[in-house]
């Protein structure tokens, strides 16, 4: 498979990507479908970016190994890696230029909300071409869908912060934090989660002591650390990214704060646990978006860490990155022409119910794309389990509920889709 790289990732991807090229070419069909890819590679958010890149290569990979000879619409997946550098003028940038002068029909990413928000907004949604995200959660997205000014051309393989600052909120009166103060990015992502979780915090008997926003890239939070601190409060929900949230983490311990967290979803990563301290970390407790066990996961277990360069399995994005690359390379198969719309369009027909279910990994693509050859309907249930795209774009499914103990990372529970629904019901009105 082809990858084209516009940035320096290490010798680890670039290496890969270079020794994969040349013998996957020679046996396939001479025509290249170049899908692009968006995300933060560098910046707060790139070992998230960096972790979904290897997920992208391992399914397209797959596909093609899947497809053999005759392609997928006649041609070999490849993609072009842009790096938004965790900034949306940078990633304005890159999908433009992905657009307008590779003429690409689809491009994966971004990682962030405040990536995928200007991209869709400003290229994707005004130039009718498919975006697809693997971690951009902001309910923004959501509202600018039934506004309209996606058009229609958005995706995203996780669920809505609108869900899971819910979900947080429920876990977090579960697990006896009655009282906390709140560090968050000042981002869409950020402003949001926390709007989200205090809402439904409150209305469960919670009390939030102080909420303290903070800019990314700062070379010290001790002012945020500092105003946070006032009162003493028991426990900090930390809403960040792993690179200025280690910073801050230290910083509060440093500083004499309680040393129980609640997390977001994207602070479960094994680099934060390290750089923080394990010891410090054995009452940190998060959510994330959850998986549904499939032979999909199972698959996905055994061949990422093999090819990640040194992710694992449950790397943020990683999962979600994979199964938005494999539903993204069988609606190209299911629609036969590498072209935005009839992309767009298979999208929700390889994912919806009615079809025969399919997984990941070659043997299961080699029969989803015999199956879509005969004309036959599929469901591809994927690495986070079965997905179905509402009319935003959006997906609904469970919540992981995790903690942190002894360096690990440790599944205690699911809450379902239904459990915070039925909290938000609860809520007064907005």
Request: proline letters at 6%.
């Amino acid at each position: 498979m082809t990858i084209t790289r516009r940035t320096a990732l290490g010798a680890g991807l670039g290496t890969l990507a270079l020794q994969l090229a040349g013998p996957a070419l020679a046996q396939g069909p001479a025509t290249t479908h170049t899908i692009g890819m968006v995300v933060s590679l560098t910046g707060p958010a790139g070992r998230f970016g960096q972790a979904a890149a290897k997920s992208v290569e391992l399914a397209f990979n797959d596909l093609n190994a899947a497809a053999g000879a005759q392609g997928i619409a006649g041609g070999r997946l490849a993609f072009d890696l842009r790096d938004a550098q965790s900034q949306g003028s940078v990633a304005v940038d890159q999908a433009r230029q992905l657009v307008d002068l590779r003429r690409v029909p689809a491009i994966i990413g971004g990682i962030i909300s405040s990536v995928s928000i200007p991209i869709v907004t400003s290229v994707t949604g005004p130039a009718g071409v498919v975006q697809i995200s693997p971690a951009s959660s902001s309910p923004t997205l959501t509202r600018l869908a039934a506004e309209g000014q996606t058009r229609g051309w958005f995706f995203r393989t996780i669920t809505s912060d609108a869900l899971q600052g819910t979900a947080a909120a429920r876990y977090a009166m579960d697990q006896g934090l009655r009282r906390l103060a709140i560090i968050h990015v000042n981002n869409d992502f950020g402003v949001n989660m926390v709007n989200e979780f205090r809402r439904a915090y409150l209305a469960l008997g919670g009390q939030i002591m102080q909420t303290v926003p903070y800019n990314q890239g700062q070379a010290s939070y001790a002012p945020e650390v500092t105003q946070a601190l006032r009162g003493d409060p028991p426990a900090l929900y930390l809403v960040s990214y792993p690179g200025d949230g280690t910073t801050i983490a230290r910083t509060w311990i440093q500083q004499g704060g309680a040393q129980t967290f609640l997390l977001n979803d994207g602070m479960n990563s094994a680099d934060f646990i390290r750089d923080v301290g394990p010891r410090f970390l054995n009452n940190a407790f998060g959510t994330s978006s959850g998986t549904v066990t499939t032979p999909s996961t199972e698959y996905f277990g055994r061949a990422y860490p093999a090819m990640s360069g040194g992710f694992g399995a449950g790397a943020p994005a990683a999962d979600r990155a994979f199964d938005a690359a494999a539903i993204l390379g069988l609606a190209i198969a299911k629609a036969g022409r590498f072209e935005a719309a009839p992309i767009r369009d298979a999208i929700r027909e390889v994912t919806g119910p009615g079809g025969e279910v399919v997984h990941a990994g070659p043997d299961g693509f080699r029969r989803a794309l015999e199956l879509l050859r005969a004309g036959q309907r599929i469901r591809y249930v994927g690495v986070i389990g079965p997905v179905e795209f509402d009319q935003h774009g959006d997906i609904t499914g469970p919540f992981r509920k995790w903690r942190i103990q002894n360096g690990e990372i440790t599944t205690v529970g699911q809450m379902t889709t239904d459990e915070v629904q039925a909290v938000q019901r609860q809520l007064p009105p907005r």
